[in-house]
C-alpha cells in the first residue's frame, strides 16, 4: 500500500512538472504566431529597403477566395505583407505593428533578394538574418529577376505555399542549390565571389496562374550583384562547382543526324591546383555515369563502339559547356565563383598569402584545364530503336 | 571523516568527462578558430596542462591518498597561511562555478528563452543542483553515471546526420602557417584542461584507488578526443564562419536535415547542454561545498548546502556585466587565472611537499 501510494504521489510530481514546461515569460502559442515562409527583399525608386514577407494562415478560417485585404492579399492559404525601412530590422519592427500575432523566422525557409537591391549589395542586409536566433541556416537564397515581391504574390503551383513549391524545386538541382550558409562562405571566401539562382515568373494572362521558377543564376561580387547568366551557363558553373546531381544532356553526334539525350546518374569535380613559378593552373578532373534516354540518330546503341564514340562527345560537350562558363567568369565578370583562390590556399598557403592582393589579375589568366571523363552505362530500355530499324 | 560516501573509479571518469566537457564544447571552437583558424580541431591535442595536472594529483595522492590539494595545503602552510591560502582557494572556485552558471545561463537565454530573467534560469539550475549536492557524493556520481550515455549519443546524433553536409577540403591546409596557430588556440583549451584538479577532491573517496591512473589518463584522452571530433565537424560545416558565430556547435543541430522532416533540431542541442551544464555544475558545487566545509571544520557539509547556493547564484550574477565581457574574461583573464591556480600552484605545492619528505627521511 505504502509503496503504491509512493508511486503515484512520484508519477503525479511527474505530471505536474508538464504545466511547468511551457515557460512563463517565454511561452509561445502557436495561435500567436505568424509564421513567415519566405522572405523578399527589395529597393524602392526612394533608396529604401522594402521588405515581403509570406505569412502561412495558420488559423482554422479559411479566406475568402479572390478578396483583397487592405494591408495585404491573400493566395491561397497565406498572406503576403509589405513594408519599407533603412534597415532589415526596422523594416521587420514596422512589419511586426501591423501584425495581430509575433513573427516567427524559424520556418523562413526561403528569402528572395530583388535584381535592383541586389546591384546596390545584399552583404548587410545578410546581418541581421545571421544574427537572429530564429532564421535557418539553411533557409534557401534567390535573386528575382525583377521584384522580390511579386515572387511572393504568385500562387503556388502544386504545393501548399509557393514557398514549398521553389523548396522542391532547389532540391531536385536541375538549377544551383544555395543556402543562407553556403552564400556567406562563398562571400567570405578567398574569392569574395557568389553565385546564386535566379527567379523568373512564368507569366499566365490569369495572375492566379503564373508562377516562379529557377532558371540561370547571378553572379556576385563583394556582395554586389555583377551580372546574370544563363541556364546552359549555369549548367558549367555547376559541373565546375562539382554541384550537379542530376539532369539531362542532349547532344547531336558529329557524324549523324539526329539527337542523343543522356541522363546524368552521378558526377563529381575534383579541383587540382598547380603553381610553378609564373603559371598558375587548375585542373578540373570531372568524372560522370550516364544512361541513355532518347536516340533519334541513325546509331545503333547495342554496338559498344558507338558507346565509346559517344563518351568522346560527351566530354567534349561537358568541356564545352564549362569552357562557357568559365570565359564568363574570367573575361565578362572576372569573378571567382569556382572558389579556385581556396583551392590554391589549401594547396599553397605561403605562394598564396605573397600573392593575394594579385588574385584578380591572376584569375583573368588562369590556365584552367578540363579532364572529362564520361561512362555510359546502359542504353535503357532498349538497344537497338525500335522505329529506325536500318540503324547500324 | 566528512563524506561518508564511496565512489568507483569509473565513476570518477565519467564525473571529470561530464565536467569538463559540456561548456567547452559550446564555446571552444569559436575562441580556438581565431587563433588556430583551420587547425582548430588540432589544438585539443595541446593538452599540456591537463597531462600536468594529473600528473600532480597522481603524485600527491599516492603521498596522502586520505586528503585533497587544499588540505594538504593547509597542513603545510601551518595554521594561518595554511588558512589563508585554502580561503583564497574556496573563493576562487565558487567564481569558477559562478562562471559557468554564468556560461550556462547566457546560451539558455541568448539562444532560446529570450525574455526570461537570467536570474530565472540561473536560479532554477542552481536549485537543482543544491539538492543533488546535498544528497553527497554518490549521488552526483551516479548523475554523471546515468547522464553520461545519454550525453555521447546525443552527441553523436548531432554530428552523424550532419556528416553529409560536410566539406572536406575546409580541413586544409594542416599547418599551413606552421604548428604555431594550433598550439596559440590551445591556450583557451588549458582553462577546461585544468579543470582535471577536480580530481583530487574526489580521489580520497574512491574505493577502488588502484584503478585510479587509469581512469584519470582515460578520461583526459577522452576529452580529447571528444573536442577534437567537435571542431572537427564544426570546421568541416562551417569553414570561415566558425570564427563569427557565438555558438558555431548549435549550428550543427539547426543544419541537421535528414529527408525533409527530421530537422529544427535545436533542441536536441539543448538537451546536450542542460543535462551536461547540470553535472558540470554540481560537482562544482559538491567540491566547493567540500572545500568550505573542511575549511570551516564541519562535521557535516549539509547545512552549508543551500547558502553557499544562494552565494553561487549572486557570483554568477557577478562575474560579469554582459556576454561579451563573459566571453573576453574566458579567452583571457580566467585561462590565466586558472592555470595559475590549477596548474602552477598545485606544482609549486608537489616539489614543497616532496622537497620537505626527503628533509624528514
Redesign the interface.
Known sequence: MNYRRKISFILLALMSCSLLLTGCWDQVEVNDLAVVTMTGLDLTDENQLELSVNIARTSSQQPQENSDSSSGQLTGKSVILSTTGNTLAEAVSKLQQQLSRQLFWGHNEIIIFGEKLAKEGIAEHLEFLLRHPETRERANMFISIGSAKEVLSLAPQIEHYVADDLLEMAKLQTGLNITLKELMQMMISKSQAAVIPCLIIETKQDHQQSYPFIHGSAILKKGKLAGLVDSSTTRGIMWARNELDRGTVTISPENSEGYISFQLLSSSTEVIPYIHGDLWRITLRIHTLDDIIENTTDLDLSVSKHIEELEMELEDDIKRRINKALTVAQEQMNADIFQFADAFYRKYPNIWKQNKDRWSDIFTKLDVVVEADAKISRPGGTGKSILKPNQE | MIEKGRISASQLGKILYMAIIPTSLLTTPAITFKYAKQDLWLSPIWAISGFITVFIVLRIYRMYPSENIIQIMERIGRRIPGKIISGIYLLFILYVNGVIVREYSEFVV????????IV?ISGLMVLVCAMAVRGGLEIVGRFAELFLPIFITLFLFNIIPIIADLQW?NL??IF??GIRPSIEGAFVLQTWFSEMIIASFFLPFVADHHNAKKTLSRSLLAIMVTLSVSNLATLL?????TG?YSYPFL?LA??I?IS?FI??LESLYMIIWVLGAFVKICVFYYVTVLVAAQWMKLSNYQPIVYPLGLLLLLFSQWVAPNTQVLTEAIAGPVTLAMITMFVIIPALLLCIVWIVNRLHN
Open positions: 541568448s539562444s532560446f528563452l529570450h525574455t526570461t530573467p530565472v577540403s586544409f591546409p599551413g602557417e560545416l562551417l569553414g570561415e564562419l563569427n549550428i539547426r543544419y536535415n525533409n530537422n529544427h
